[in-house]
């Protein structure tokens, strides 16, 4: 009896003990997504050293060096940045034909990242292969694969194109892997990618262990953890897809990148296992991360990962319906009448829906306050995620209206003056401080494209003109009048005539203005 005793309390100490491994990996995912900001300050402190080395040198040949190590850290980091170490990049390359090529396949990892499919396409079929070295090949059929696989995960392009160009970015790295001058990595990591996608599990998931294990960069573990996770997929193992999904976000933070594929997956798989408020953050940190990034091909993905996040909310409030029912059908036995037993279910199920809300408001004060403590540019956006939850709880409490209280109910609902009209003053008055956050020098480098006589004058520094609130949105990528006009509530003649009248007072020709302006 002692044994069996002894045995019992043995068991329940090994269980108490043992630990799940996904959930210890992802608290140690959450733990580093804290603290990301400490290796983005990192970064930048090392592109400061290399940017004052480069600026003491005269040498074209040094200089971009410098540039391309430069463009190199911030090409997952900040587009706008490695744009910009590009052209010093190009600007040095003179007549050497390599760097030439090399300065090629950057801007097609931008054109890539900025979501211009076809103009990368285009820079690589105009390209003369027989030109180039082994190297370059090599590095010609990495880009290639670069542009199909980042199209295969675009969820905005039709599926039949998706499905083609995964045919041909098989191709790309067959060919990948029998050039002469691929790296030891990408021939092992290629190899292993091909036979997984060919069955063959076992010995592609031991070559990419071992490939993370060995490799010295980060960049490279990062990378060899992303294959390991489709290695599990397609072999039917979440648990394991899911511990190196989390691995290869970390390693994300660590180099640091803001592209956050391996998170972003994570987030629609926590997502299926119901883990509705860590997938809510990560689909979060992923879309703001992209914005911070302006990784436009990003960003569409992420417009998949808030569909899971409404997917989400759909889920809640189906199971507090069922709850509901459940309730009622609990308390029918112990009701004495159908009508006593509605009123109840009535009353319950309203308070359900206000505690809801509380607690919803609550949270996302919480989530606010944070955000807020993380970096103010991230006011706008939750403002705007704010309004949109604002618009579907007066949808849903409209329909709840009908359906509880009847039409009359309904319309007196709808006589009461719409506050949306009042948030516009404050949704302008972030937007300014945001932008102007973003980009403190805009009015500056504006007035700079503009003559003397047509220059803004702000007389409220955090507060920008009619005219100049339409170039920010410009700048931001907006470019429709149509579009700018719904954005910020004024009229498409408003926004067609400043636009006008702003380019015909520019120094340069009007139709080069709002290039120049998106170059800022």
Request: with cysteine; hydrophobic share 40%.
């Amino acid at each position: 009896m002692k044994r069996l005793l002894y045995i019992f309390i043995l068991t329940l100490v090994v269980l108490g003990c043992t630990k799940d491994p996904v959930e210890s990996k992802l608290k140690e995912l959450d733990k580093m997504l804290s603290n990301r900001s400490v290796y983005a300050q990192k970064l930048e402190h090392r592109a400061d050293s290399i940017r004052l080395e480069m600026g003491k040198t005269e040498n074209d040949s040094l200089r971009w060096e410098y540039a391309d190590t430069l463009f190199n850290m911030y090409r997952f980091f900040q587009v706008d940045s490695s744009m910009k170490y590009l052209k010093i990049m190009e600007k040095c390359a003179g007549e050497d034909p390599t760097r030439q090529f090399l300065c090629s396949f950057c801007q097609v990892e931008i054109d890539v990242s900025l979501r211009k499919y076809k103009d990368a396409e285009d820079i690589l079929t105009s390209m003369d292969t027989l030109q180039m070295n082994n190297q370059l090949k090599s590095q010609y059929y990495s880009s290639l694969l670069l542009l199909y696989a980042t199209e295969v995960r675009d969820v905005a392009l039709p599926e039949d194109m998706r499905f083609s160009n995964d045919s041909t970015r098989d191709e790309m790295r067959n060919r990948l892997i029998a050039s002469l001058k691929t790296s030891s990595f990408e021939y092992i990591r290629r190899n292993a990618v091909r036979d997984y996608k060919q069955g063959r599990y076992e010995e592609s998931i031991r070559s990419l262990e071992e490939l993370v294990e060995n490799s010295k960069s980060l960049q490279e573990k990062s990378n060899a953890a992303w294959s390991l996770s489709n290695a599990y997929w397609n072999a039917g193992d979440k648990k394991n897809q899911m511990i190196w999904l989390a691995q290869g976000a970390i390693y994300d933070i660590q180099i640091p990148v803001r592209e956050f594929l391996s998170l972003y997956e994570l987030a629609n798989l926590v997502y299926e296992d119901h883990q509705l408020v860590r997938a809510s953050r990560y689909n979060q940190i992923v879309l703001e991360e992209a914005l911070l990034c302006n990784f436009n091909a990003r960003l569409y993905s992420s417009a998949s990962s808030q569909l899971n996040i409404v997917r989400a909310v759909e889920y809640e409030q189906r199971r507090q319906r069922i709850i509901s029912i459940l309730v009622i059908l609990l308390l029918s036995a112990l009701t004495i009448t159908i009508a006593a037993l509605l009123r109840h279910s009535r009353s319950q199920a309203r308070n359900i829906r206000v505690g809801a809300k509380k607690l919803e408001k609550v949270n996302n004060r919480l989530e606010e306050a944070n955000r807020i403590k993380e970096g103010y540019v991230f006011q706008y956006m939750n403002l705007s995620a704010k309004y949109l939850g604002l618009v579907e709880d007066y949808r849903h409490s409209l329909r709840v209206t009908l359906k509880e209280d009847g039409e009359e109910a309904l319309k007196q609902m709808l006589r009461e003056q719409s506050v949306t009209r009042d948030n516009y003053n404050e949704f302008y008055r972030i937007f300014d401080e945001t932008f102007l956050g973003v980009f403190p020098d805009f009015v500056e480098d504006v007035n700079s494209l503009l003559r003397e006589e047509a220059r803004f004058s702000l007389s409220n520094k955090k507060e920008l003109s009619t005219g100049l609130r339409i170039l920010a949105v410009i700048r931001l990528g907006i470019t429709d009048s149509g579009k700018i006009a719904q954005f910020l509530n004024c009229a498409p003649t408003s926004v067609y005539t400043h636009r006008s009248k702003i380019k015909k007072q520019a120094l340069c020709p009007p139709e080069e203005f709002e290039k120049r302006l998106c170059q800022i």
